[in-house]
């Protein structure tokens, strides 16, 4: 049963509370971010269980470690690294990168987190993304609610798109966010990102 959550770059379908991310990831890098609950446990996200096998040898992984990026590459029979950093950046609510050396997919599996989910937020950077698989505007369908002079940086595809709230407005527009995406956001304050979401 579709959930009716569909982007350019990936794809929702459930039952019930149950279902799967395809997410598409360029030959280069992809800001990505794992949207579902493995097995309802939230202990079992980990870079085996998001990422699967079926990728391409020599894909990298890289997630932020609060100053800079830790990486780790798939040789094409296991990650080079696997340390609780990588499993980390695969909880629901937290972002990584991937840069893939050919155009492919990564299948996420796992229970739609639904009701009211909540986003801790620090202020500095961090790499983010909502819990549930939903697009739209970070603010207006996300419910985000922004201090001023948080900035919002997309990535999209060769930089960074940056997007700033300025008070009452967003410089270059209101951030959206398709499904199975990340971004980068550098926080002006301690804030708590919440939103209701229900599949059924």
Do not use: C, R
Request: net charge negative.
């Amino acid at each position: 049963m579709a959930a009716g959550l569909v982007s350019s770059s990936a794809q929702v379908y459930s039952a019930n509370v149950v279902g799967y991310i395809n997410v598409s990831l360029t030959n280069g890098f992809t800001m990505v971010a794992n949207q579902l609950d493995v097995d309802g446990t939230g202990t079992n996200n980990n870079i085996a269980t998001v990422m699967g096998t079926a990728i391409p040898a020599n894909t990298v992984v890289e997630a932020w470690n609060g100053v800079g990026f830790s990486s780790t590459k798939w040789t094409g029979t296991k990650w080079t690294v696997s340390s609780a950093l990588f499993t980390n950046a695969m909880q629901p609510q937290v972002g990584f990168f991937v840069s893939s050396p050919a155009n492919t997919n990564i299948v996420e599996v796992g229970n739609v987190l639904q009701g009211t989910n909540t986003v801790p937020v620090a202020p500095g950077f961090q790499v983010v993304s909502f819990k549930a698989p939903i697009t739209g505007g970070i603010a207006s369908a996300l419910g985000y609610v922004p201090t001023k002079n948080d900035v919002v940086e997309i990535w999209n595809g060769v930089g960074f798109s940056s997007h700033k709230w300025s008070g009452t407005i967003w410089t270059a527009g209101e951030p959206s966010l398709q499904v199975g995406q990340a971004v980068f956001l550098d926080a002006v304050a301690t804030n708590n990102w919440t939103q209701g979401f229900t599949v059924q």
